[in-house]
């Protein structure tokens, strides 16, 4: 399975960026999919994800409002786009995908499947 990140650049505070990642290698529909994103020197942290049916999607309290994870089964593709980005958003991003059962969805150990990490970088 191989998940391919992308979107990622130097934008303004205020600014926007529409994240995206490709999967390849697997049922898409079956997948549960997530973003993270890790600054330097900080843990990984989680941001978004949504069910395999895009029927529930969660957020982390620091994006909600500002973010939206979406999904395109028939793409093969999962969506984040980021509005009213700040300054503390800078970090890298990840994709992650999740095929087996679990009742949590916003522990790295949730997701089965990583992407590389595509950079934002948020001036202020």
């Known amino acids: 399975v191989q998940l391919q990140a992308f979107g990622g650049g130097l934008v303004q505070t205020g600014g926007s960026l529409r994240l995206s990642c490709v999967v390849s290698g697997r049922t898409f529909s079956n997948l549960r999919m997530g973003w993270f994103r890790q600054a330097p020197g900080k843990e990984r942290e989680f941001v978004a994800a949504i069910s395999w049916s895009a029927a529930s999607t969660y957020y982390a309290y620091s994006v909600k409002g500002r973010f939206t994870i979406s999904r395109d089964n028939a793409e093969n593709t999962v969506y984040l786009q980021m509005n009213s980005l700040k300054p503390e958003d800078t970090a890298d991003y990840y994709c992650?995908?999740?095929?087996?059962?679990?009742?949590?969805?916003?522990?790295?150990?949730?997701?089965?499947?990583w992407g590389q990490g595509t950079e934002v970088t948020v001036s202020s």
């Open positions: 992650a995908a999740g095929f087996r059962w679990s009742s949590t969805y916003s522990y790295p150990r949730d997701y089965d499947y």
